[in-house]
């Protein structure tokens, strides 16, 4: 991978208004990037960041690795607070159309 370590190289490459590369990049970064809140520039960034650097590229795989379990974890409520919500439903529904 040909990697752009000339700042101005890097952004003309990308068409875009000159400024310096983003060197350090933080954990909110990579939650950014995990959660698709980051642009195409700060993308490139961050990936050009991970070719450079194991560690952060290893904190980034674990941030996903911990997304995917939290995303396959599924609770179902008892049904005491179902009923408890049925209840409070039905109950604030008479008093609408009264």
């Not at 990579?30 to 960034?45: H, M, S």
């Not at 607070?81 to 009264?98: F, G, P, R, W």
Request: net charge negative; proline share 3%.
């Amino acid at each position: 991978m040909n990697l752009p370590f000339n700042n101005r190289t890097y952004f003309k490459t990308l068409n875009m208004q000159l400024s310096p590369m983003k060197l350090k990049f933080t954990r909110a970064d990579l939650l950014k990037k995990l959660y698709d809140e980051t642009g195409v520039t700060e993308n490139q960034a961050i990936n050009d960041a991970f070719a450079l650097n194991y560690n952060l590229r290893e904190e980034y795989h674990t941030f996903e690795d911990v997304k995917a379990a939290l995303d396959a974890v599924r609770y179902l409520p008892s049904q005491v607070c179902i009923k408890a919500i049925l209840d409070y439903s039905s109950s604030t529904q008479l008093e609408a159309t009264v």
